[in-house]
């Protein structure tokens, strides 16, 4: 028969969401049997490990690997880009200069959003999980899942849990995570298909767009791979709005 064990845990900032309400904010204790690495311990308990980003245990920066022993105390930290970290070990691998998105069959519209926002923006509504992991692991792609047994696979490098159920408050949450807006390139990426834009002279799109339109409009852009065409109307007035306010992210606290 196991013997248990027991370790006390302290979870902070954002991972917190992954805990049943009563241990959120509090140290608590867990019980568990052999000798498990802390990054199983951590996801047993709720947080995805692409979520964590430095991991104490008895005041000692570890990593995923590290085997909890009896009587530890563990704490972890999610990203926290107002506190400089730098001389600590992070589990958390840094994103690449130009991220790239992976999104599952659950999160059309944000990859859309994130399109409009120029981000190179995988989706398909039959996406299966391990080829989304796989894109994680090959292509360092981002991964924005509201599946948690996703975001826990090995293969997945970068990854986050939309807390929000709305498209546009997701975008929100995705912006701060990774700190994008001074990253953003709007309506330079197709809506439908994520290749990017070219700009086109209204000769070459005429026959694909309606008379209103060629009327009262001098600027367009298309797609190469679907050709599709597109045009700065009421939608695209919309979305600067959007662009906007998720500019207006870079001057809050």
């Excluded at 408050?169 to 709007?186: A, F, I």
Aim: hydrophobic share 40%.
């Amino acid at each position: 028969m196991k013997s248990s064990k027991q370790v006390r845990v302290r979870l902070y900032g954002a991972l917190n969401d992954f805990l049943p309400a009563d241990r959120r904010g509090a140290e608590f204790i867990h019980t568990f049997a052999g000798t498990p690495s802390v990054k199983d311990l951590l996801e047993s308990l709720g947080p995805p490990h692409p979520e964590v980003d430095v991991i104490l245990v008895d005041d000692q920066a570890v990593d995923f690997s590290h085997r909890v022993a009896d009587g530890s105390r563990v704490a972890a930290y999610p990203a926290f880009h107002s506190l400089d970290v730098t001389p600590v070990t992070r589990v958390g691998l840094p994103l690449p200069s130009e991220p790239r998105f992976a999104l599952d069959v659950g999160l059309g519209r944000l990859s859309g959003f994130l399109r409009m926002l120029g981000f190179d923006t995988l989706w398909r509504n039959d996406f299966a999980d391990d080829e989304l992991a796989r894109l994680s692991r090959d292509e360092e792609r981002v991964v924005l899942t509201r599946d948690l047994g996703l975001l826990k696979r090995a293969e997945v490098r970068h990854g986050y849990y939309p807390r929000n159920s709305d498209p546009a408050h997701q975008l929100v949450e995705v912006v701060r995570r990774y700190q994008l807006t001074s990253r953003m390139r709007p309506f330079t990426r197709c809506l439908a298909c994520n290749a990017s834009l070219a700009a086109a002279e209204k000769g070459e799109v005429l026959d694909r767009i309606p008379e209103g339109v060629a009327a009262t409009h001098s600027q367009f852009q298309q797609c190469p791979e679907c050709r599709r065409v597109f045009w700065p109307g009421t939608h695209h007035q919309r979305m600067q709005g959007l662009v906007d306010k998720l500019r207006e992210l870079e001057h809050e606290a």
